[in-house]
């Protein structure tokens, strides 16, 4: 991943402390040029410079010293380190000092750095609009700094834009004056930043509509494509009051004067935390009342209440290095299920944290190339690969743990405290543990170094015994492996285990730390009939495997539903976990998962179907696919029939979300009433005799599609070029992957990399190729034909789960071997442990067909 060179961090003889930028650019000419002023501290006699530097052409350098004498050092731009290094012909005595450089590149289109957007005006006119990515490691793209989250420093802006378009940085707009000799253009001026990163720098040009409100004294704009403004408005209430209640649980005001939400027409990621100048994806932000969905509106809740977070966590105090990110996205991956709570509690998003986080962090960190939460960064190439599941949701489901075990308001002490001791400073994770540990009393280092320092998660094997009304639990960990073999490093984990009982299933009746491989626990007054539960509510990140007869005891309690949801979810999601580890069958799977047939909350179902989802790729070329398919539509019948096709009055709004992933998944198991009837409300919404909700639109399309051909293909074709709202195009082209006609299937692959889709979309319309089965070798195929185009195009997270999801689908080890081979001889810097995990996977898949294929061949015909 380093490279031939041996990376380093930068020297800290020298380190920054102001910067004065000048940008301007060239919106038509597709360039940009640049000077800045660095005022410098020398902290030791050197006689060399060195700072972050990557794709730009360095015209100018002088270094002047504490005393005003000048020199022209020679330079040297190392393309493979990213640095720009200063030998000077005098050293620098300790002190002040300033270097001044003057810079110039093309305005790309890569979504890093300094780099153009495409969009369309009002009156037609293709045009560009200029915006920044920086996190990780690109700030150096835009111009030459110190490019590390620990060398902070405060930055004076100044941009140049034309007269007709908006021009925004990370502060407020301190004066403005004309461009000498060009009256079209302006010069703007923004006023001082705080100390701050390089990277949560932003600066924006180009046409924007806005709309406005005030929050505990802060500005709050929401900027739009033009037209759209209302479409922020959304986005804007939320932030207006997410402000002031993470204000009052942080225990601090937002720092800054101003906070702008803007959607950027192509942008890589959902959003990003830039302080005071927030950007998003414009499906991450744009609500309209009609044609947002339910499920896209909560998520743009989400995704507001995530990114404001980071102005504590993150911008405030920041991560000292890039091995302690988490401490940036695990925690503000809490705090937006925190806010999201406060602004819509009928969401009952914390139920949905399971389904969301929980869930796929387990998966994910069940793989032997999984990672620690507070994994070793060595060089910045590998910093993309971890802004992952991880990081994010592992990252947040531990923090959701120790909530638990501290308690809410210790919990609350002990951030506000850490916040309090290291704002405008940088952190290791070890600063956030001492200081929950003194404002709660507890060993939070202890207990919570075991799960951010080793990779992976314990599984928790329970027995009981009874003693008249004393049920005594013995209960054991070892590291839960999705091959369910052991593991070599024996690790340990200190285990927050909890209890439940029949008697009180939403109470925690008992609390213990497994901190050995194996302990016994004594649980007084339990009736012979009582079930005993590990882990209600699934807050410990952790597995649970009980013996056969403790899952017998559960049964009547889930068909009941007297179990709440949570633990009817963790039981399913742990099943299947042993059963993909050869621990247990997919029969007994497929058993039990029939006992949900009248199951009706949305996290449950949410979790068998992805369960079964799981299946599919296993299945997908097998004579086992349609009776498969025929079992999934005889499960989900019964929850169909209740929900029907129309929202109700006064129906909740976990009900709301349910019914589209349960025709969404009909749809998939080509159930034909779902097709037929989905196809009717489609025609009848075109030919204006109906409304299809826009909750519908995804599995309509897809229904269209999977039963049509050229004319279909066309048709929706043409109703993407005609929508307005990315929303909508996102929708029909994520839906074109359904047709079951190979040729054109390769024409949704040709069209994915066309000039019509955006960017980071087209990653998401190769997926949906590849998720038919007659498109999953195609799209294979067209990746290894066009690997350098989209290798290119996309760096970093976007190109990962490009290729993972790609390959990770395969169920044979000659398939393994083909896919590792391919990606030996091309190598794909930043996507290195997702081309891993894939290669895991694939042989995960292999060795569970192989072991379950008779079994479950015999189950599913029966069950025709």
Known sequence: MTGSVEFQRLPKTVVPRHYALYLHPDLVGLTFTGHVICDLEVKSQCSTIVCNSAELEVTEVTVTDANGVTQRPAVELSAELETLTCRLQQPLAPG????RLKFAAPLTDKMRGLYRCKYTSPSGEERFAAATQFEATDARRCFPCWDEPALKATFDITLVAPRDRVALSNMPVSREEEYPGRPELRVVHFATTPIMSTY??????????????????????????????????FALDCAAKILPYYKGYFGSAYPLPKLDLIAIPDFASGAMENWGLVTFRETCILVDPVNTSTARRQFCAQVVGHELAHMWFGNLVTMEWWTHLWLNEGYAEFAMYLSTDYLFPHYKIWMQFVSECYMGALATDSLRTSHPIEVPVSNPSEVDEIFDGISYDKGACVIRMLHEFLGHEAFKRGMNLYLKRHQFGNTFTEDLWAALEESSGRPVRDVMSTWTRQTGYPVVRVSERREGTTRIITASQRRCLADGKPDADDQMWMVPLSFSSSQSPSETIHKVILSERTTEVRLENIGPDDWVKLNPGAVGFYRVQYPPEMLEQFKSAIATKVMPALDRNSLVDDLFALVQAGDSSTVDFLRLARSFVDEDEFTVWSCLLSSLRRLWPLLQHTE????????????????????????REGEGHMTTLLR??????????????????????????????????????????RAVLKRGGKAEFDMMLKLYREAEMLEEKNRIAHALGSIPDPELLTSVLEFALSDEVRAQESVFVMISVSANRLGHELTWDFYKRNCQILCDRYKGRLLAQLVKSLTEDFTTEERALEVEQFFVEHPHPGAERSILQSLETIRLNAAWLQRDRQALSEYLAQCQ
């Open 624 to 647: 086992m696919l349609e009776p498969f398919h025929a079992y999934c539509r005889q499960l989900l019948r019964t929850i169909h029939k209740r929900l029907g096709w129309q929202q």
């Open 200 to 233: 949560i720098i932003a600066c924006v040009v180009g046409e924007f509509d806005h709309i406005e409100t005030t929050s505990d004294n802060v500005c709050i704009r929401v900027y739009t494509p033009l037209g759209k403004g209302e479409m922020g408005r």
């Open 96 to 99: 002040a000092a300033q270097m």
């Open 660 to 701: 589209p992933m349960v025709i969404a998944h009909l749809v998939s198991f080509n159930d034909q009433p779902t097709l037929a009837e989905a196809e009717r409300l489609f025609r009848a919404h075109q030919e204006g005799t109906g409304t299809l909700h826009a909750d519908l639109r995804s599995a309509a399309y």
